[in-house]
Nanobody
Framework: VQLVESGGGLVQTGGSLRLSCAASGFSFDENSVGWFRQVPGKEREGLACNTCSDGGPYVADSVKGRFTVSSDNAKNTVYLQMDNLGPDDTGKYYC??????????????????????WGQGIQVTVSS
């Protein structure tokens, strides 16, 4: 299983970015892909997933209305569209593949044993 994020970078406040997570080596039918971010000194924050909520997408309240998750199964790629970005969105963004159950409860902040696969992460920096 391999996950590779792309699309990060530097953007001004109010701008947009689309992150991509290219996945290989596992079935999209059986697994979900979630997006998380990490800021130094803070706990990991769950953002969204493609199919972890009764087979459909889930977006955390903290970013709802600004972030959208989508998938292209033909390309084995999951996207995170991020709009109206602000400095608080600065961080390292990771995609993570696992069962839908574990992806959802991790997004909700439940501590679990580490399972599944993580990408290497990609930096997003929003300048003020």
């Amino acid at each position: 299983v391999q996950l590779v994020e792309s699309g990060g970078g530097l953007v001004q406040t109010g701008g947009s970015l689309r992150l991509s997570c290219a996945a290989s080596g596992f079935s999209f039918d059986e697994n979900s892909v979630g997006w998380f971010r990490q800021v130094p000194g803070k706990e990991r924050e769950g953002l969204a997933c493609n199919t972890c909520s009764d087979g459909g997408p889930y977006v955390a309240d903290s970013v709802k209305g600004r972030f959208t998750v989508s998938s292209d199964n033909a390309k084995n790629t999951v996207y995170l569209q991020m709009d109206n970005l602000g400095p608080d969105d600065t961080g390292k963004y990771y995609c993570h593949a696992d069962s839908p159950y574990f992806i959802l409860i991790r997004i909700l902040g439940v501590m679990t044993p580490e399972t599944g696969q993580w990408g290497q992460g990609i930096q997003v920096t929003v300048s003020s």
